[in-house]
């Protein structure tokens, strides 16, 4: 299957004999770790919402996302990352009854708007939440960002994706789903005109709230955003006034060639899809020379990849609660889930039939890696999806779990990992009774919070982009008082 497993019963290497770099070594760096949701009940391990202790069928009532964000805070957790999707998945069997009856992402409700009440429990954790630029407009989308900003004291990043099912283009009342690169086109004309609103708009020392005076703010030092892009146009001043970070953290993960130079530009948190250390490796020194190739340092993005842990007080613990977890699983609705990931609709080959992968318009780098793997089989293919999906997956003691995530960072040379749900909330509650007390104990994992918003919790250098990220380049010029 499509994990790497620690411990008995498995076939999957767990020894650290590879090389690091030596530039890896020269300190321990702590590992940042978001728990990965969705505003759903089947978000990436299918079927597990069967599984009696399971909580994901109550995603619709604000308690299951305030009990979320305090086990989070609790276990010191960077935050929580929140996908979403337009559309929903009907390239399976050309239909969405599977989609249905497994509660593959559908139905999904909005990521941001649950954010408000899981702030006003936590005091430290930031939220990375998705949203697709064709979706939004980007002058009302600024003032949403803004506005969640500032409610959360500066702990809002941004994930910007493109969008890669037909089935959202339709509801938003397109032919179809753009090209592929077309439509980071357009979200490199959204970032244009959104840049311009968080960062030059409005200057620092616009809002005085002087009631002697009668000024709250002073119109001097509001400006008109003019912007003239293939895609937006805008001629207006931002609407609110500037937040703790003004531009969110931005977050993306795109890894085909035109969203690894959007990446390079753009992203201050990537996600990778790694089989193995290696190829995170590989992954993760094309994406920091992109951003060098940008004018940025190497350091300048966070790099993560998506990981799922079982993870037990023995290892005993730990594989038999993993066997359990098995049993509950649709490959099924991961193999389905895929479908729309590549645009091909495995139902339509024999168990053994080879499968021909084409460059199609949906994730062009989903199918590149199903070529790469040799999963060219809807049998292979679901052999990889037996916990529900094809994330890697650690499963042990605190050890062994630890063990292996320092492997991933050191010879991965990432930063942290999207840690998703399996069972709610139970998986995160393992990791941050289990894991954290180990990875802690060795100098890898954060002790305590610093008060500080998401971007300076991340790279310790600020609340605001760095003077080299592009989204600067549309700031006022800070005017030094007369001698």
């Given at each position: ?353 080879p499968i021909p992968y084409a460059a199609g318009n949906a994730m062009q780098s989903a199918a590149q890696a199903a070529q790469q793997q040799g999963w060219t089989t809807r049998r292979k293919l679901q052999e990889q999806f037996a916990l ?96």
């Amino acid at each position: 299957m499509s994990s790497t497993v620690c411990g008995r019963r498995v076939t999957a290497r767990c020894d650290t004999d590879i090389r690091v770099e030596p530039s890896m070594t020269q300190a321990k760096r702590h590992i940042h770790v978001n728990a990965f949701n969705m505003n759903c009940v089947g978000h990436i391990h299918h079927g597990l919402w069967t599984h009696p202790r399971d909580q994901s069928t109550q995603f619709q009532t604000l308690e299951y996302w305030t009990n979320i964000a305090r086990v989070l805070e609790k276990g010191l957790f960077d935050g929580i990352f929140i996908a979403d999707v337009i559309g929903y998945y009907d390239v399976y069997q050309d239909g969405v009854d599977l989609t249905l009856r497994e509660a593959i992402q559908l139905p999904v409700n909005n990521p941001w708007l649950v954010v408000s009440a899981m702030a006003a429990v936590t005091k430290h954790i930031g939220f990375g939440l998705t949203a697709t630029v064709g979706a939004h407009n980007p002058y009302a989308f600024a003032r949403d960002v803004t506005t969640l900003d500032q409610l959360t004291n500066g702990r809002i990043g941004w994930n910007i994706v493109t969008g890669y099912v037909e089935s959202g283009a339709r509801g938003l009342g397109q032919a179809g789903l753009a090209e592929h690169d077309s439509r980071y086109d357009r979200a490199e004309d959204f970032l244009a005109l959104a840049y311009k609103l968080w960062e030059g708009s409005w200057e620092d020392d616009a809002v005085v709230t002087d009631r002697a005076r009668r000024i709250h703010t002073r119109p001097e030092k509001v400006h008109p955003v003019k912007h003239e892009g293939p895609f937006y146009r805008a001629n207006a001043i931002h609407m609110s006034a500037p937040s703790p970070q003004r531009t969110p953290v931005l977050f993306q993960a795109g890894t085909s060639p035109r969203g690894l130079q959007f990446a390079g530009q753009h992203a201050e948190g990537i996600f990778i899809g790694a089989r193995t250390p290696e190829a995170a490796r590989e992954a993760s020194r094309k994406l920091r020379q992109a951003a060098v190739n940008a004018g940025r340092r190497p350091d300048d993005i966070k790099i993560y990849a998506g990981l799922a842990v079982v993870a037990g007080h023995t290892e005993t613990e730990a594989q038999d609660k993993y066997a359990e977890y098995l049993s509950h699983a649709s490959s099924e609705g991961g193999l389905a889930h895929f479908a729309a990931s590549t645009g091909v609709d495995f139902a339509k080959y024999s168990l053994d039939e080879p499968i021909p992968y084409a460059a199609g318009n949906a994730m062009q780098s989903a199918a590149q890696a199903a070529q790469q793997q040799g999963w060219t089989t809807r049998r292979k293919l679901q052999e990889q999806f037996a916990l529900g999906s094809r994330y890697q997956t650690i499963v042990g003691n605190a050890t062994q779990v630890a063990d292996e995530m320092e492997r991933w960072i050191d010879v991965g040379e990432i930063d942290g990992f999207n840690l998703t749900r399996i069972v709610v909330p139970e998986t995160w509650e393992d990791f941050a009774n289990i894991v954290v007390p180990e990875l802690q104990n060795r100098g890898r994992y954060r002790t305590r919070y610093e008060q500080a918003t998401l971007r300076q919790q991340l790279f310790g250098r600020g609340d605001r982009l760095p003077t080299n990220h592009i989204g600067a380049s549309v700031r006022h010029a800070v005017r030094l008082p007369e001698p």
